[in-house]
């Protein structure tokens, strides 16, 4: 149910945007992600501090959008939300706890270098994404630019997401066989 609660905001920026444009598109995702913080709140009784990081900007830079009438301050909050991830998980890392492990690191046990790669591969990830949101953003037409950004990063993020349940896999403690008398 959080899942999808998280995914609305970006479903309705995206139809709105297809029905009507840019600007519509802008102001309902800046309602929308109020909105599903405070269902977030009100289901959950929390809210991560990623989440109210990413509605902050959506409501500066969605903010600026409509305010200068330019779409290019929406374009830039998804390389700045990417580039703070990236930033987060390199502080993390050089205090010597990993995002990565701390948020599973209760549910599952892997050595710290195990740990490291998956943060610093995460590290690389967020940096690419950033890099190339920026490329699509100023290279390409705006219609492809939400494309990418709704159903592209979406993609590259689960796929990253599931070879990094690989590499952990991979790299989980095998239990000792029993012996049987």
Do not use: C
């Not at 990081?53 to 409509?66: D, E, P, R, S, W």
């Not at 993390?92 to 990565?100: D, F, N, R, T």
């Not at 599952?108 to 490329?135: C, E, G, K």
Request: charge should be positive; avoid cysteine.
């Amino acid at each position: 149910m959080k899942q999808l609660l998280d995914f609305i905001p970006l479903i309705i920026f995206f139809a709105l945007y297809k029905m009507y444009d840019i600007y519509t598109a802008t102001g309902a995702l800046i309602v929308a992600t109020i909105i599903q913080v405070a269902v977030t709140w009100f289901l959950y009784k929390k809210v991560e501090k990623m989440q109210i990081v990413t509605a902050i900007l959506v409501a500066v830079f969605g903010g600026m959008t409509l305010f200068f009438q330019d779409d290019n301050f929406i374009k830039w909050k998804v390389t700045i939300v990417y580039v703070l991830f990236a930033a987060g998980l390199v502080v993390s890392q050089l205090m010597g706890k990993p995002l990565i492990k701390g948020m599973l690191g209760k549910e599952i046990t892997l050595p710290d270098s195990v740990w490291r790669n998956i943060n610093n591969a995460w590290v690389a990830f967020f940096a690419v994404l950033a890099v190339l949101n920026v490329y699509v953003a100023y290279r390409m037409p705006l219609d492809v630019w939400v494309n990418f950004k709704v159903f592209g990063l979406m993609a590259l993020t689960l796929v990253f997401t599931l070879a990094s349940g690989v590499y952990i896999y991979k790299h989980l403690p095998k239990e000792k066989e029993s012996d049987s008398e």
